[in-house]
């Protein structure tokens, strides 16, 4: 289970905008879809349903 909430900032980095996420992501399957759930700014009212994927980084 995830809640996550991803804040968006300006040019400046100051926050402006958000958008809120609620669902399952399941680290065995490569791709899950989950829940938008709302948001702020200009995501104000938001939803629907996004799709969240499994990558990997490589750090040297």
Same mark, same amino acid.
């Given at each position: #289970? #995830?809640? #996550?909430?991803? *804040?968006?900032?300006?040019?400046g +980095?100051?926050?402006?905008d958000?958008?809120?996420?609620f669902g399952?992501h399941? *680290?065995?399957?490569?791709? %899950?879809?989950i829940?938008? *759930? +709302? &948001?702020? +700014?200009?995501?104000? &009212?938001?939803? +629907?349903?996004?799709?969240?994927k499994? *990558?990997?980084?490589?750090? %040297?």
């Open positions: #289970m #995830m809640a #996550m909430t991803a *804040i968006l900032a300006n040019n +980095g100051r926050p402006k958000s958008l809120r996420f399952v399941r *680290i065995t399957d490569p791709e %899950s879809h829940a938008v *759930i +709302g &948001g702020t +700014g200009k995501f104000q &009212g938001a939803n +629907g349903y996004a799709t969240v499994n *990558i990997t980084v490589y750090l %040297s």
